[in-house]
Structures are given as C-alpha cells and as structure tokens.
C-alpha cells in the first residue's frame, strides 16, 4: 500500500542551526513527491516538488530536497533556519489516483 | 489574485445543521479536491472532481455530497452535522491529470469547521 511516513513528530532547532526533515515513502512506481508547509490557522503551501532528473530540488524559502531512491526517502533541509520557519511541514506522494497521500507532518519549533 | 479561494474562512455551528462550503479556482484547472485535517493535523483525500465528474470518493458518509457546477467551482454540502465533523476542509486543484503527467495541487486557504 502507498504511504508516508515522517518519523520526527516534533523537532526543535535554534535560530540559525541547519534542519532536516524526514520523509519516507512506500510506492510502486517512480514517486511524484512533495514538500508543503502549514503557517498557524494558514493553508498549505508547496516548498518544492520532485517529478524526475535532478534528485536535489530546490524551493522557495531556502529549502531544498533530496530524492533517494534507495532509501525511499526525500528529507527536506535548510542551511540557517529562520524564526519563521517555525509551522508544520507535510511530505506527500501523488497516489497517480486523483490523490495525495499525506506524512502526519512535523511542527517545527524555532527558538531565539 | 488568489488562486485557490474558499469560504468561509471559519463556520460555528450546532450539530443538526446543515451547512455549505464553497471553493473556486482560479487557475484553470480541470481537476479540484476537498480534504479534510483532522485535530491532529492528519490530511486525508475526501473527493476529487475531473471536469465536473466525480472520481473519488473516499468512504465519506453520505452527509458530506460535494458539488461541481463548473470546472471553476467544487462545493461541499454537509447535512446533520455531527461534533466529528470538527475539522479543517481543503479544497484544492490540479492540471488534468494526462496518463504519464502529474499535476501540481495547489490548495486554498483552509475552512475552519466547529460544531457545537
């Protein structure tokens, strides 16, 4: 069965530190993956997204990602994490059904 | 402009009720999506609409009857509401899915749900 997994419920970083986040993924065939992120009573918003090529993808915000196919993961980082980072980051996968699957998402906690 | 749009934004209301969602877009997709976030946060698909027709439904009670009157437009209509309808309701949208191409799901804001 195609699935999500993110290990890290929760992660807490200083202001400036590096982060990553991981993600795990269960699917047949070649992932359609994604990075969305979720400010406090906001909507979702995509950092960045894998199709094919390039396995190191860049986004907005200073993220980027890397798809490995051997490990069935695509972890998100970012080199200097900044107080408004701070929200809930979803990794999901396009089922190729009309659908996404989605991670349970990890709260990013900043601190000064 | 926004692409993905949504209303209301919040919606207080007491178990019994019946009450609507509307979501349009903007961007000229053929494909648009409710997904419903739990209180912990968990996303999970509800429907999905392919130029007006549905394509998934995801064992959603039969409360919950989405409606498309364009490729513009996907309502949600939720009769008796009941308290584990508490949530929040996505909508999003995507290009047509051709076989061999993938398209980008963009979301809208977010529906704020609480019943009483």
């Known amino acids: 069965a195609q699935s999500v997994t993110q290990p890290d419920i929760h992660i807490t970083v200083s202001e400036g530190a590096s982060l990553e986040l991981r993600c795990n993924y269960s699917?047949?065939?070649?992932?359609?993956l994604f990075w969305y992120v979720q400010s406090p009573g906001q909507g979702l918003q995509l950092l960045l997204k894998y199709f094919s090529g390039d396995t190191l993808v860049q986004g907005i915000k200073g993220f980027e990602a890397e798809f490995k196919r051997s490990q069935s993961s695509f972890n998100l980082r970012k080199p200097s994490v900044h107080w408004s980072d701070a929200a809930e980051y979803f990794c999901a996968v396009d089922s190729g059904t009309y659908k996404y699957i989605f991670g349970t998402g990890t709260r990013l906690k900043v601190l000064a | 402009d926004t692409a993905v749009s949504q209303t209301p934004k919040y919606l207080v209301t007491q178990m019994g009720n019946d009450k609507s969602i509307k979501c349009e877009q903007n961007?000229?997709?053929?494909?648009m999506y409710w997904y419903k976030q739990d209180s912990k946060k968990f996303l999970k698909i509800m429907f999905s609409?392919?130029?007006?027709?549905?394509?998934i439904n995801e064992t959603v009670p039969n409360r919950f009857s989405p409606k498309s009157p364009d490729k513009a437009h996907l309502n949600l209509h939720i009769n008796s509401l009941e308290l584990g309808d508490s949530a929040v309701y996505f909508c999003a949208s995507s290009q047509d899915q051709l076989a061999g191409a993938r398209g980008t799901q963009y979301f809208g804001p977010g529906t704020r749900l609480l019943v009483l």
């Open positions: 961007l000229g997709h053929d494909t």
């Open positions: 609409y392919n130029n007006k027709e549905l394509i």
């Open positions: 699917y047949g065939a070649t992932p359609y």
